[in-house]
C-alpha cells in the first residue's frame, strides 16, 4: 500500500467485523500481532483495537487452537490453510487498496473461503466453517511449497525468521 490508512477507517473496519463475529460465533476475536514489529509502529493497540487483548509471538500456536480465522491478506492465511482452519477473509471498501483487494478476492476463490465486508449491514451473513481440503491443499502446494511462486515470502522462510 501506498498510503496509510487513516485510523478512523481502519479502526471502524475492524469494529464492525469483530463485533458481527463476536455476535455470530459468540467467541471472543483474540488479535494476534504481526511477528514484525516493524509494520505495527503506525498505530497503538488501544486505539485500533479498543479492549480487544493483542497478543505477540502466538500466531502459529493460536492459529492451530482457533476454530476460525479472521483475516486480511496476511500471511496468517497460510497458516490457516496449513491446520485446515476454515477462514473469513474481511475487507472495507473504505480502504481501497485495488492491488490488495485483487489479491484478497484470488484467495477467497482458490480457498472457498468466507468474504465479509465490513461496510455492509451483513444481516444475513452466515460462516461457512467446512473446509474443502482439496482446495486448501491445492493452495499449499501452488503457493507454500512452490519456490517458483511469487509469494515475497515462502512460509519455511517466515517460519524460520519469524516463528
Same mark, same amino acid.
Given at each position: *500500500?501506498? =498510503? ?6 481502519? =479502526? ?11 455476535e ?6 483474540k ?8 509494520l ?12 480487544? =487483548? ?19 491478506? $496476511? ?9 485446515? =482452519?476454515?477462514?473469513?477473509? *474481511? ?11 485483487? *489479491? ?51 512460509? $519455511? ?5 519469524y516463528?
Amino acid at each position: *500500500m501506498n =498510503k496509510v490508512p487513516k485510523l478512523i477507517d481502519l =479502526k471502524s473496519h475492524l469494529d464492525n467485523t469483530f463485533n458481527k463475529i463476536e455476535e455470530l460465533t459468540n467467541i471472543e476475536v483474540k488479535i494476534l500481532a504481526h511477528p514484525n514489529p516493524k509494520l505495527l509502529k503506525t498505530y497503538n493497540y488501544s486505539d485500533l483495537y479498543g479492549n480487544r =487483548k493483542v497478543y505477540e509471538n502466538k500466531t502459529v500456536e493460536l492459529i492451530k487452537k482457533s476454530k476460525l480465522i479472521l483475516s486480511d491478506y $496476511s500471511t496468517a492465511i497460510n497458516f490457516a490453510v496449513l491446520n485446515y =482452519k476454515p477462514l473469513i477473509l *474481511m475487507y472495507s471498501n473504505q480502504l481501497n487498496y485495488p492491488q490488495y483487494q485483487k *489479491m484478497l478476492i484470488a484467495n477467497y476463490q482458490l480457498l472457498n473461503a468466507n468474504l465479509f465486508n465490513s461496510d455492509e449491514i451483513n444481516e444475513n451473513f452466515k460462516i461457512n466453517y467446512d473446509v474443502n481440503y482439496k482446495k486448501y491443499n491445492s493452495f499449499i502446494k501452488l503457493f507454500i511449497n512452490n519456490f517458483n511462486s511469487a509469494n515475497k515470502y515462502k512460509t $519455511s522462510k517466515f517460519i524460520k525468521e519469524y516463528c
